[in-house]
């Protein structure tokens, strides 16, 4: 069981969770970080740290954020690890708890 970063990560990405993941399963997209569910080990050192509340469990993701599971696997193939803290989008403090942010994921 992986852990799956959802919806209120989007435009937040603040990457205090990757500097605890222990086997470097954080991938770094524009505004966004996913978690790749084949390196993740189930470990939930990266849970507490994130800011956001914006990681949960495999088996604890809400109904209506289900397809943030088969999302994190899909960008973690295509975007490139991180294994380092960044300094958060200025503006995420702002971001941090808006509703249905799926609309502004940036992929590329």
Known sequence: MAFV???????????????????DAFFEG?????????ICIDCGLC????????????D????EQQGFIQLNAELAQVWPNIREVKPAPGD????NGVPDKLQYLAIE
């Not at 524009?30 to 084949?38: E, G, H, R, Y």
């Open 92 to 95: 995420a403090d702002a971001w």
């Open 30 to 38: 524009p505004n966004f970080l996913a978690i790749d569910p084949v």
């Open 60 to 63: 604890k993701v809400p109904a």
């Open 5 to 23: 970063v959802l919806d209120n990560c989007i435009k937040c990405k603040y990457t205090d969770c990757v500097a605890v993941c222990p086997v």
């Open 47 to 58: 849970e507490p740290e994130c800011p956001a509340n914006a990681i949960v469990q495999e």
